[in-house]
Nanobody, 121 residues
Framework: QVQLVESGGGSVQPGGSLRLSCAASGTILGVHRMGWYRQAPGKRRELVAVSSSDGSTNYADSVKGRFTISRDNAKNTVYLQMNSLKPEDTAVYYC???????????????WGQGTRVTVSS
C-alpha cells in the first residue's frame, strides 16, 4: 500500500523559513509528478509547486522566487524549501504524487495527510 508521509510544518514568524518533506512509501515502481498543494481556511486547495520526472518544475505565481521544490528520486521524496514566508502562506500543505506500484497496475494519484504551516508574528 502506497503512502505519502509529510513532515516539516510548524509555526514561523514572517520572513522565516521552513522545509517540508514528503516521502512515498510502499511498493513503488515509478514516480512521475510530485508536488505540493495548500489549502487556507475558507479557500480552495491550490497548487504550490510541482516537479515532474523529466526535471521540469512549475510554481504558483504567489511563491515564485521564495519557494523551491526539489526531489530525491532514489528516496521517492520531494521537498519544499519555503523562504521569506508571509502570513498569507498560512495553510495546510498537502503532498501529491502520481505513482505506479507494479507493471500491472495503472498510474494513480495519491495525497498525503497534510502538514500545517502557520506564519504569524
Amino acid at each position: 500500500q502506497v503512502q505519502l508521509v509529510e513532515s516539516g510544518g510548524g509555526s514561523v514568524q514572517p520572513g522565516g523559513s521552513l522545509r517540508l518533506s514528503c516521502a512515498a512509501s510502499g511498493t513503488i515502481l515509478g514516480v512521475h509528478r510530485m508536488g505540493w498543494y495548500r489549502q487556507a481556511p475558507g479557500k480552495r486547495r491550490e497548487l504550490v509547486a510541482v516537479s515532474s520526472s523529466d526535471g521540469s518544475t512549475n510554481y504558483a505565481d504567489s511563491v515564485k522566487g521564495r519557494f523551491t521544490i526539489s526531489r530525491d528520486n532514489a528516496k521517492n521524496t520531494v521537498y519544499l524549501q519555503m523562504n521569506s514566508l508571509k502570513p498569507e502562506d498560512t495553510a495546510v500543505y498537502y503532498c501529491n504524487a502520481d505513482l505506479r506500484s507494479t507493471i500491472a497496475t495503472p498510474w494513480q494519484n495519491y495525497w498525503g495527510q497534510g502538514t500545517r504551516v502557520t506564519v504569524s508574528s
